[in-house]
Each structure stands twice: as C-alpha cells, then as structure tokens.
C-alpha cells in the first residue's frame, strides 16, 4: 500500500521557522516529482514548491520564493519542506504530493498524504 505521511506541522509565530517531511512507503519514489501543496479554508489548492526525482530542479511559488525550500533524500524516500520567515498567510493544511511530472497542477498528482496543519501567528 503506497502511503506518503506528513510530519506533524505547528503553531509557529510570524517570521519563525518549521521543516515539514514527508516519508513515503509502498514503493520507491526515487523516480517521481515531489510537489508539497497547501489549501486554506474556503480556498482551492494550491501549489507551493516541487522538484524532480534528482532534485536537481525545483519550483516555487511566487508567495513562497525565498523562504522555503523543497529537498529529498531519496535513500529515505523522504521529502522536505524548510519553511522560513514565515507569515501569517502562510496559515494552511500543507500536503505532499507524488507525480510522474514537476507540474504545478494538484489532478496532475497520484498519490497525497493527508496533509498536516501549519498555523503562523502574527
């Protein structure tokens, strides 16, 4: 059973800092694009940061360009998300995400953790 799990997020107060991971099992990931997304209440998903199987190419957001940063450990098949001079707009359930292709687009994606609430105070 393929299974990505989020770490557990946090309340973090404006301008701190948090990693998220995310752990996949079931199969290797070594080979797929890893996406961390992330939905707030009454909004549609959204994309924050990818990168490919080598992680040699990563994307972000505009909101996030800067501040976070997305890498994996394929020996763990592991994924990160280091989340700095966070914002209160930052507020959201962030989600990882497995996909044969780096695209900014959630149905592109076939497999998701069940996502893990970050809260920013300000």
């Known amino acids: 059973q393929v299974q990505l799990v989020e770490s557990e997020g946090g309340f973090v107060q404006a301008g701190g800092s948090l990693r998220l991971s995310c752990a996949a099992s079931?199969?290797?990931?070594?080979?797929?694009?890893m996406g961390w997304f992330r939905q707030a209440p009454g909004k549609e998903r959204e994309f924050v940061a990818g990168c490919t199987w080598s992680a040699l190419n990563t994307y972000y957001a505009d909101s996030v360009k800067g501040r976070f940063t997305i890498s994996r450990d394929n020996t763990k098949n592991t994924v990160y998300l280091q989340m700095n001079s966070l914002k209160p707009e930052d507020t959201a359930r962030y989600y990882c995400?497995?996909?044969?292709?780096?695209?900014?687009?959630?149905?592109?994606?076939?497999?998701w953790g069940q996502g893990t609430q970050v809260t920013i105070s300000s």
């Open positions: 079931g199969r290797t990931f070594s080979n797929d694009a």
């Open positions: 995400a497995a996909g044969r292709l780096l695209v900014r687009t959630p149905s592109r994606y076939d497999f």
